[in-house]
Each structure stands twice: as structure tokens, then as C-alpha cells.
């Protein structure tokens, strides 16, 4: 058998470049400066994502003379067309029963805080898309609405009788499992704000669609509708923020009630471990989470009211939670950086802990371990319901045991403290010994991992 040779530089651009913005390979190190300079712009305009570059060996080694391009300061923000706004405006103004559905460009304009106005003066409920990696609107906030389920039955059943939607700052949307329905009640009007064209009406017909940064789009529109709303659209908007006050009380005592319920259980409930958490907290502290199944305990526990209080991840992709959250604390270093990874995701990058200790980074890090891939098993339950198979069938590879994982040992292993967690009233002071340790410092939570 003929063995093939290894790939080159034009064989990985070739793959790559399906995959992200603009796929590219420097074939002489002068040219590195203008590359870079553009592989940094492509990057971050509007839509944002990855580049790809490939460097050969030759010029690796290479030296030149050519010194980077100096930086550019540019000033990105457009203001929606005036028109579109007023057409937005008109529909917003004549809602009946407006919603609103938000994805991470409104973090990442900054625009939080118009989003909260927005939807004050119409009284709308808001949810972030499924998959979202930012706070884009307080979760304490009584028009937030828990995250939109990941299939467009499940969209449609959430929003309801609306009858006008605002769409901003998504991908709107990304199944996962695909229903072949509507997510949109029948004759619902669909308003859209964007900064890139090729986000609007990507996916779905628009009543009208603005390309605008969200903050001046969301400014923009709050300005018109509340030119045009008379009193009986306050009144109803007032009306609709009531109901959703007493709708988030009763979610939150809901929640409270389930965790009293379950305190004592061994191995522990997720309500429980959230709820020490918040207890524990220190001030200012970011959550990197990639907790997969218990991600509902936990946002259903702490709120989170700007950006950069949170992380999540993207794609459906699992492992980023580790190495994402030394990421985090590089960028902010003198806040407290706490991980909540499950055992399964932890094992795709478990050398950030080698990293950590190495350059002595001091992220807590809080593995949920229910041993087993739970969030696989959902899934499987999912599907096995769908195409009408029994659903006593085992999960065949799912289960993390036998033997099973010691993160503590692994931990030291890598030059980081650590310690297990097995038992409900050993968890308190198991994290205050945790978060004021200042250093890089791991517990592992034995977790209900039932499905």
C-alpha cells in the first residue's frame, strides 16, 4: 500500500477555507505584515469569525525587515435607514403581544442597556436564542424569559400568541433537532436589526429588516415607538410588565422550592450545588460555564445582569470550558474567574489545569460530575421518541465509570489542589476554602446524574 505524503500548506488552506472567512497561506515572510493586517480585519467585520493561515516552515524560519502595520481605529457603528425604523416603530406601536428574541451582537455592541428600555416600553418578553455565549439582557430582569428550547416546535410554543417579533443580534436559528415548522405563530409580523446583511432574512422572510448596530438600532426604535404610542399602548405595555413581575416571582420561588426539596440528596442535586455557589460567590466574580445539563440550576439560581458576568459556549461544541476560562482571566485579572465544567467536557481539555499552575493563573475550577455523558443520554431519549424506538434500550459508551475519573489526583498530577466533594453539607465550606484560596484550585462535585 502506497502511503500518502504528508499534507501541505495549500492541501490545509484548501480544507479549511470552507470553514471560515478567508483561508490563506504566506508563501515569503515579508508578506506577513500585510497578511496579518488583513486576517485581523476579515476576522472582526461584520459578521465576525474565524480566519485561517497557514505558515510553512521555510518561512517560519525566515527574517524580515518589514515591521507590523500600525493600528487603525475604526469607528463601526451604523444608524439604521430612517424609513425602516419607521415602518419597525408602526408595527411595535400596534403589537398586541410583542416578544423579543436577542443573540450575543447585542453584547457585543453594548447594547444591553437599550434592550432593557426597549422592551420596558413595550412590554416584551425577552429570551436569548439557545445557543449564546454572552448575557445580551439580565436574567434577573422580570421580562426575561428562561433560554428558547433548540428546534422550531419548541420556538413556536414558547412565543405563543405573539403577534409581532423583534429579532436582533442572532443566527435565529440553530437546531438542533429539525421539526419542519414555523417557529413563528401564523401571521406573526417579524422585525429583524442586524449589522451585517448577511444575517437578515438568512433564514426567514422579514416584515422589515434594519442593518444597523444593534445599540443604534435598538436607540433608534425605542426613540419612534415612544413618538407614536399613546396612552392606551402605555397602559397595556404596564399592564404586560405586571404580569411578567409576577411570572418571574413565581419562577424564582418554583426554583427555590426545588432546591429545599432536594437539599439533602446524595449524590447531590444540581439546585443544591447552584445555590451554594451564589452563597459562596465573591464579589464581582465571572462564571465560565460549560455545565451542559445543569445550566437550567444555574441560571434559573444566579442572576447575571451585564455582559461580562457570564460565558458560554457556542456551536454545541464541549472542552472549551477550561482553557476558555484562563482566556477570561487574562483578559479580566482582577476579577474572580470560577469554571463550571462537566466531567465529560473537562476531559477534552483537562491540561488547562498544567497551564494554570504553571503560570500560577488563579481560576477555580468546579467540575460537575455526574459520570456520565447526560446531556448524550437527553438525546438519545430524544431521538428513540421520534423514530418510535423503545426507550429501555441501554446507552451503549455513555456511562464515565469503571473506572472512574479522579479529578483530584489528575489535578495534583498537574501541579493544582484539589478536592471531592461526595456529601450536600460538605459542599459550603468545600467552595469558601476554594475561592479564597488565590490560587488555581479544583473541586470535584459528585453530582445526580440521572436522565
Known amino acids: 500500500m502506497r502511503l500518502r505524503e504528508p499534507l501541505l500548506g495549500h492541501d490545509l488552506v484548501a480544507m479549511a477555507a470552507p470553514l471560515v472567512k478567508w483561508s490563506v497561506q504566506a508563501e515569503h515572510v515579508d508578506e506577513l505584515p500585510h497578511i496579518l493586517h488583513q486576517a485581523f480585519k476579515v476576522a472582526h467585520d461584520a459578521p465576525s469569525g474565524p480566519v485561517f493561515l497557514s505558515l510553512p516552515i521555510n518561512v517560519m524560519e525566515e527574517e524580515t ?27 411595535l406601536a400596534h403589537a398586541k403581544r410583542p416578544a423579543i428574541i436577542c ?19 413595550l412590554g416584551a418578553p425577552v429570551w436569548h436564542e439557545s445557543l449564546h455565549h454572552q448575557i445580551n439582557f439580565p436574567t434577573s430582569h422580570p421580562n426575561a424569559r428562561e433560554g ?23 443566527s435565529f436559528f440553530e437546531e438542533v433537532w429539525h421539526t419542519g415548522e414555523n417557529p413563528f405563530p401564523d401571521g406573526a409580523a417579524l422585525i429583524q436589526i442586524e449589522s451585517s446583511p448577511a444575517k437578515l432574512s438568512r433564514n426567514f422572510s422579514l416584515n422589515v429588516g434594519l442593518l444597523a448596530d444593534p445599540k443604534q438600532g435598538l436607540a433608534a426604535l425605542r426613540e419612534a415607538v415612544s413618538g407614536m404610542a399613546g396612552k392606551d399602548f402605555a ?26 426539596r432536594l437539599w439533602d440528596n446524595t449524590p447531590i442535586a444540581p ?24 445550566h437550567a440550576d444555574l441560571k434559573r439560581t444566579i442572576p447575571f445582569e451585564q455582559g461580562g458576568d457570564y460565558y458560554g459556549t457556542r456551536g454545541g461544541g464541549i472542552g472549551q470550558g477550561l482553557p476558555g476560562a484562563i482566556g477570561v482571566k487574562l483578559a479580566s485579572p482582577e476579577r474572580p474567574v470560577i469554571c463550571l465544567s462537566g466531567d465529560g ?32 443520554k437527553i438525546n438519545m431519549n430524544i431521538y428513540r421518541q421520534r423514530f418510535g424506538l423503545p426507550g429501555e434500550r441501554p446507552y451503549p459508551h455513555m456511562d464515565l465509570t469503571d473506572p472512574e475519573f479522579g479529578f483530584v489526583e489528575i489535578a495534583g498530577g498537574f501541579g493544582v489542589e484539589g478536592e471531592q466533594v461526595t456529601e450536600p453539607d460538605k459542599l459550603a465550606p468545600a467552595l469558601k476554602k476554594a475561592f479564597a484560596s488565590g490560587k488555581p484550585y479544583l473541586l470535584d462535585v459528585v453530582l445526580d446524574g440521572k436522565v
Open 235 to 260: 397602559e397595556a405595555a404596564r399592564q404586560r410588565n405586571d404580569a411578567m413581575k409576577e411570572t418571574k416571582a413565581a419562577e424564582l420561588s418554583t426554583q427555590e422550592d426545588r432546591a429545599k
Open 148 to 170: 428558547l428550547r433548540s428546534d422550531h416546535a419548541g420556538v413556536r410554543q414558547a412565543l405563543g400568541d405573539t403577534d409581532t417579533v423583534l429579532l436582533v443580534g442572532g
Open 103 to 121: 443573540g450575543d451582537g447585542v453584547a457585543f455592541a453594548k447594547a444591553q442597556g437599550d434592550l432593557v428600555a426597549l422592551a420596558e416600553l
Open 65 to 91: 525587515e518589514q515591521g507590523p502595520f500600525p493600528p487603525t481605529r475604526i469607528f463601526p457603528r451604523t444608524s439604521p435607514d430612517p424609513e425602516g425604523v419607521r415602518s419597525a416603530a408602526e408595527l
Open 271 to 294: 439546585s443544591r450545588l447552584m445555590a451554594e455557589i451564589k452563597a459562596a460567590l465573591p464579589p464581582d466574580a465571572v462564571i465560565v460555564n460549560e455545565s451542559i445539563t445543569a
Open 345 to 376: 467536557s473537562a476531559m477534552y481539555s483537562i491540561q488547562a489545569l498544567w497551564t494554570c499552575a504553571h503560570h500560577d493563573i488563579p481560576v477555580i475550577f468546579i467540575i460537575l460530575s455526574n459520570r456520565t455523558y447526560r446531556v448524550l
